[in-house]
């Protein structure tokens, strides 16, 4: 049976790679690692990336090193703006049916649904990306590559892997 609340696959993309980059803020995640790991489609996942960068929620670096990662903290990024980012505006439709199916003038479910959808609104502006990521069960996961990579706001490559005792630089 199909669930009542139905979320795109551009939403649920945007959604579980921001919430993946808000678990190491700073790095960089792949394309490739983050398609893999969730098994998005790489040309759809490029074009989520693409809204969110438009909408400010992520940066991207480019070449064989580069990546995407959020380009604000993730405390100050909401779950309704990425929604949004991708969707549009999220609106609190009060009927199913269109008017041409459906001529009653109150819907029986529609002040249900109102509701439902307000608080629903009010859930993702409340949540942000941090505090959903801390609730987040990341056991089933590996820590993907891209973790021990760090590129600077300048695009230089800074490894945070701890250098060999007597290692050179």
Not at 48 to 52: I, T
Not at 147 to 156: C, E, F, L, M, Q
């Given at each position: 049976m199909a669930g009542v609340i139905q979320v795109s696959e551009a939403a649920s993309i945007g959604v579980h790679a921001t919430l993946w980059m808000a678990k190491t803020p700073g790095a960089l995640a792949r394309s490739s690692e983050v398609c893999r790991l969730f098994g998005f489609s790489e040309a759809h996942f490029a074009k989520?990336?693409?809204?969110?960068s438009r909408s400010g929620i992520v940066e991207s670096v480019r070449g064989p090193r580069g990546g995407s990662r959020l380009a604000r903290?993730?405390?100050?990024?909401?779950?309704?703006?990425?929604?949004?980012?991708?969707?549009?505006?999220?609106?609190?439709?009060?009927?199913?049916?269109?008017?041409?199916?459906?001529?009653?003038?109150?819907?029986?479910?529609?002040h249900e649904l109102d509701s439902l959808n307000r608080r629903?609104?009010?859930?993702?502006?409340?949540?942000?990306?941090?505090?959903?990521?801390?609730a987040t069960d990341w056991s089933g996961f590996i820590s993907p590559p891209?973790?021990?990579?760090?590129?600077?706001?300048?695009?230089?490559?800074?490894?945070?892997?701890?250098?060999r005792k007597g290692a050179q630089e």
């Open positions: 989520v990336m693409q809204s969110l903290k993730p405390a100050a990024i909401t779950v309704l703006e990425v929604f949004e980012a991708i969707e549009g505006p999220l609106k609190a439709d009060r009927c199913l049916l269109s008017p041409r199916f459906c001529p009653t003038r109150c819907c029986p479910i529609g629903l609104r009010q859930t993702l502006a409340d949540e942000t990306l941090e505090s959903m990521c801390a891209c973790a021990s990579v760090n590129v600077s706001r300048s695009g230089k490559h800074v490894s945070k892997r701890k250098k």
